[in-house]
């Protein structure tokens, strides 16, 4: 590989988007690699999500394609050919047909290996692409992906869920999303804070979204507040304003802030939210059913 070409995600707030990059590029450093850290444009500067769930659903698609299109330029330039690698943070790139229709029609040697990490899919059965009804159309997008590129999974439960489905590509499975301990770390000024010196609260750190069965823990809530009244906290955590794609959670939530057994932290920046968690006993995120 002479140089790797970054396709990174925008940045948002509320999300872990936001280090992905200066996560990625520490490690890139550290190995001494020549990356190219290819920009897109954002729609404008809120870093919120409107509309959708992960990312907000017009930046991603602002962002995606004018990153495609700076790419496509090296590409024509020469700036990026068959000994570069092109490494997507996410499969789901708009414009990323560019590629193959671009190097069907030129030399192999001009073709750089284009590799894209999957974060789900429709492949997922807890995807927010099937609350959508986005599954049927996106099926087809990830068998395009994979006539062209390596797929790059986070685990071997879907590495399964990608040959049941069919795909062809080259898989490795890399276990685990890019994670920047000492990034973190450094937000927490003085330090990790022991853990018999935290506040007997339990938070829940996910989005409040029906796959991350928001329901459980606000059984865990109500339960164990009615068997062991004051004893424990409990309290969720949000770096955008509490939304889910479900109604009746929000609501649930709002009434169990009302009778003082919930607490619900909104808005909260990276450094706000960290302080949190290093002051609480347990984070609770639950993606699928239990029992």
């Given amino acids: 590989m002479r140089k790797l070409f970054y396709m990174g995600l925008e940045s948002y707030e509320a999300r872990y988007t936001l280090q992905l990059t200066e996560w990625n590029k520490r490690v890139f450093d550290r190995r001494g690699l020549d990356v190219v850290y290819v920009p897109g444009n954002t729609i404008d500067d809120t870093q919120s999500i409107s509309v959708g769930q992960v990312l907000d659903a017009h930046g991603r698609s602002y962002f995606g394609m004018s990153q495609i299109m700076n790419l496509v330029q090296m590409m024509r330039n020469g700036e990026c050919g068959g000994e570069d690698v092109v490494y997507f943070e996410d499969m789901f790139q708009p414009g990323i047909e560019s590629l193959p229709y671009i190097m069907d029609q030129i030399p192999a040697e001009q073709r750089p290996h284009v590799y894209v990490r999957c974060l789900a899919q429709a492949i997922d059965p807890d995807d927010f692409v099937h609350v959508w009804g986005m599954s049927k159309w996106m099926g087809l997008y990830e068998k395009m992906v994979c006539e062209f590129a390596t797929v790059l999974a986070t685990n071997e439960e879907m590495v399964a869920h990608m040959k049941i489905a069919g795909w062809e590509a080259p898989i490795y499975n890399i276990s685990g999303l ?98 949190i968690v290093n002051d609480s006993v347990y984070c609770l995120t639950v993606r699928y059913k239990i029992g």
């Fill in 178 to 275: 890019a994670f920047g301990k000492q990034e973190v770390r450094e937000r927490l000024g003085q330090g990790i804070k022991p853990f018999h010196e935290r506040s007997r609260r339990i938070v829940f750190t996910a989005r409040f979204d029906q796959e991350k069965q928001p329901d459980f823990y606000m059984d865990l809530v109500e339960r164990y507040s009615e068997f062991y009244p004051g004893q424990q906290t409990f309290a969720i955590l949000q770096g955008g304003p509490l939304r889910s794609n479900n109604p009746k959670y929000i609501e649930r939530a709002r009434e169990l802030e009302s009778r003082g057994i919930l607490e619900i932290y909104e808005n909260l920046k990276k450094d706000e939210y960290y302080k």
